[in-house]
């Protein structure tokens, strides 16, 4: 066993009212599930009640909150599926759409679990049941009951591609006793990007060197059959993609696009597929098909909606180039621009990335990806790139290059993480 950190007052009365609130706790998430938030087969799971019995031997968990930082963890789990034969992984997340999609691509010996809520009760039913031997939490998870009970329990823990924005920061250091006490139960914390790693560092964790997950990772499949019946129902039009978009991002595209001619189809592609009738209704006056109700692209249709999940590799072969959402959103700091360029396909992004400011500034000044700030000017940029077949192929080239030349850092990453595994 390892001994827990010295728990400081705030985190003993955060303890004390989060038990509290162990009552309605139930209650709460079924209030949820009827809205759509929670999977209302698996809410003993959020209660730390197993669905699955736990396998003989070694346990690896890895946890993340949602579908971004859930896929970024799946090179990972493939490298330590692939690497030991012994090892089992549990997987575990908290939103449905990550769930869905963590069923559909976990390799064998990899489970997923909804990650439990951080009452003390749920947390020991769940490390009492799993009993992991080592865990990895993604991005910005810390949920303190659950971090400080791995740690009592002897879990190994690792901080994996570690995010702390500025706002958080502040919050944690109105807490400094706690946010230390929280960080210093992880053995290994690597930060995403330099800013992180000084905030951490400021909060008292010991950081290592830099590993960004979403920059990792294997060209998103597709179903060609699929693929080749929508190239043939588009057949020679243009098409622009926007992909993960937020309001108002879904109308400011489409208003960019509108002015150009040809007229490109307009597929998008939003972050939150249930968001799709709010779109419909705000995109009145386009000719529009819905996926999910299975419309389908005629000569004239004009926007199509691809409002379901799992898809993204799909849409992005049907475009040279994709416009990457929350870039031109508030609050939301951008998404992934990765994925397209793995592919091969150009990124267009928003002024507003401050959640992979980094990675855009560097795809950027390497001709991988173009910034407009707002709808004239991405009609500008679009028209620009629609006239220009050798600037899109440029684009889409280094694009690709950028992507092949960030693999290489998973090995980095692997080489710190295997101490903290149970030994074969």
Known sequence: MIAAPQTPLSLQVYRLATGLTQPFAKPLLEARAR??????????ERLGAPSRPRPEGPVVWLHAVSVGESMSLLPLIEALVAERADLHLLATSGTRASAQLLGERLPERAIHQFA???TPGAVARFLEHWRPDAALFAESELWPNLILGARARGVRLALVSARMTARSA?????????????????DLILPQDMASAERL???GGRVSERLNLKRLGAPLGCDPAELARLRDAIGERPVVVAVS?????????????AP?????LTILVPRHPERAEEIARELVG??????SVGEAIRPDTEIYLADTLGEVGLFLRLAPIAIVGGGFAPDIGGHNPLEPARLGVGVITGPSVANHADLFAEMVEAGAALTAHDEAGLTALLARLMDDEAQRARLGAAALAYAAAQHGRLATALAQIRPLLPPP
């Open 245 to 257: 978009t937020h309001a108002p991002e879904e109308a400011l595209v489409a208003g960019a696009v």
């Open 170 to 186: 502040r919050a944690w250091r109105g807490q400094a006793s706690a946010a230390k006490a929280v960080l210093n139960c992880f």
């Open 201 to 203: 560092a400021a909060l």
């Open 35 to 44: 809205r759509g938030k929670e999977d209302p087969s698996r809410l003993g």
């Open 260 to 264: 150009l001619s040809p007229r490109p």
């Open 116 to 118: 439990p809520v951080d």
């Open 286 to 291: 386009y000719a529009l098909a819905r996926r």
